[in-house]
């Protein structure tokens, strides 16, 4: 298995919604990433996760909750977002977040839409 | 982090090599120059990467200049589904922080 798998695919919530985006990858990589990419813009990093530990939060809102409960599984729950994170929201992962001569492997990504 | 220099558009037409420049002046020693492509509505997709010496695959060839403060990613015969946005991404030295993309270059490859 050589994919990173997110769902869902699309997701519509209201300002008072909780959800979750899962992130799933069975290649035993112990780095995973997120990132949100607005329309025409490039991803932005929003947190990494290393050995299942939090090591990298950019700055990003507490509405955006990360978890990782295993080595193979990364969350992202929001809460109380804004219309203005709508966005696609890509997972990726990597061996690990100190091997620099290694490749990313990106989900397709779940497009996020804020009512 | 340094930072890297790509237009912001090209065209290649079908069948033809397609170059893509990218400059990273302030690169360090030890930093890799890794390319990433993004097909629309799409997850980043890994291509290629480098330290010093150029680097070939199944995908793309990147070509790396001596002083290593620019490189040229090559798809020798491009297809309609190379049409993506491409990123050419510097990795920070010492730092967990690692991906971080540029503006890239939208290359469309017409018929």
């Known amino acids: 298995d050589t994919e990173v798998t997110q769902t869902p695919k699309h997701l519509v919530m209201g300002m008072t919604n909780k959800k979750s985006l899962k992130c799933e990858q069975h290649?035993?990589?112990?780095?995973m990433y997120w990132y949100k990419q607005k329309a025409k813009k490039p991803p932005e990093l929003m947190f990494v996760?290393?050995?299942?530990?939090?090591?990298i939060n950019e700055s990003v809102p507490s509405r955006f909750s990360p978890e990782c409960p295993n080595s193979s599984l990364l969350n992202l729950h929001l809460h109380a977002l804004q219309p203005e994170d709508s966005a696609l929201y890509l997972c990726?992962?990597?061996?690990?977040?100190?091997?620099?001569?290694?490749?990313?492997?990106f989900g397709s990504g779940t497009r996020l839409t804020v009512v | 982090d340094a930072k890297t220099t790509q237009p912001p558009s090209m065209d290649c037409a079908e069948g033809r090599a397609a170059n893509l420049p990218c400059n990273h002046s302030?690169?360090?020693?030890?930093?890799?120059v890794y390319w990433y492509r993004q097909i629309h509505s799409q997850g980043p997709q890994y291509i290629i990467h480098?330290?010093?010496n150029n680097e070939t695959n199944e995908m793309a060839s990147l070509i790396i200049t001596e002083d290593r403060k620019s490189s040229t990613l090559i798809l020798p015969h491009a297809t309609l589904r190379d049409t993506a946005v491409y990123y050419c991404?510097?990795?920070?030295?010492?730092?967990?922080?690692?991906?971080?993309f540029g503006s890239g270059t939208q290359l469309t490859v017409l018929p």
């Open positions: 991404i510097v990795s920070p030295t010492g730092s967990a922080r690692q991906l971080t």
């Open positions: 302030t690169i360090s020693g030890n930093e890799y």
């Open positions: 990726a992962s990597s061996p690990s977040s100190s091997r620099l001569n290694y490749g990313y492997t």
């Open positions: 290649m035993g990589h112990r780095a």
């Open positions: 996760y290393s050995y299942e530990k939090l090591s």
């Open positions: 480098g330290l010093k």
